[in-house]
Structure formats: C-alpha cells, structure tokens
Nanobody, 126 residues
Framework: QVQLVEFGGDSVQAGGSLTLSCAAF????????MGWFHQVPGKERMGVAF????????YYADAVKGRFTISQDTAESTVYLHMNSLKPEDTGIYYC???????????????????WGRGTQVIVSS
C-alpha cells in the first residue's frame, strides 16, 4: 500500500514553468513505477510521464516531450514533474500514481496504476 499526495498546482501564464511534487507514504517508494497523469473535464485521464524503479527509465507522452521532465528523490520519497513552456492545453488536473512493477512491461499501461493521489490543478492562461 502506498498513499500519494500531490502539491504545486497553480495558475501560470503560457510559456511559464511549474513544478509539481508527489509525496509517497506507507511503502517502499523506490519499488514502484511512478507516473503523472493529466485530465480535463469530459476526457479520460492521460499518461504524461512515467519513471521506473530506481529512476533508470522514463517515458513521456508526445505532447510533453522536450517540455516536461519527471524525476524522483528516493530519500524524500517524492516524485516531481518539472513543466516548462506551458501551453493552455496543459490546463487540467494532474494526478500522481503508482504501479506495482511485478509482471508489468515498460512503459506501463495506465490501467496498471493501482494507487492514486487526489490531484492538483494547473491552469495555464494565454
């Protein structure tokens, strides 16, 4: 079991930057795949960035490649999403999620993530 809490959502201007944090509690943080997902009203939750156990592998959705970076601090049990060159279409709720990696190929399917935070809102204005 792992509990996830997101921080850092805010309102920013297009072209700006923001860093989201996800603190993990209750389990060995480094043994999970961790991911960030983006959701807007009326649409399904979409995977944005994933990081593998030990931070050795990363995956990015095409829409954020070159703009977003996922990282983790194992000592602090925290995953970060560094967001640069933000666009209005990046607006939405960002969720942190964790997946037990056993038997799951890389990159994981969104359905593989069994633990979720409550989300943090990002608003990007033009």
């Amino acid at each position: 079991q792992v509990q996830l809490v997101e921080f850092g959502g805010d309102s920013v201007q297009a072209g700006g930057s923001l860093t989201l944090s996800c603190a993990a509690f209750g389990s060995t943080f480094s043994t999970y795949y961790m991911g960030w997902f983006h959701q807007v009203p009326g649409k399904e939750r979409m995977g944005v960035a994933f990081i593998g156990t030990g931070g050795l592998a990363t995956y990015y959705a095409d829409a954020v490649k070159g703009r977003f970076t996922i990282s983790q601090d194992t000592a602090e049990s925290t995953v970060y999403l560094h967001m640069n060159s933000l666009k209005p279409e990046d607006t939405g709720i960002y969720y942190c999620a964790a997946a037990n990696p056993w038997g799951i190929p890389w990159p994981p399917n969104p359905a593989d993530f069994g633990y979720w935070g409550r989300g943090t809102q990002v608003i990007v204005s033009s």
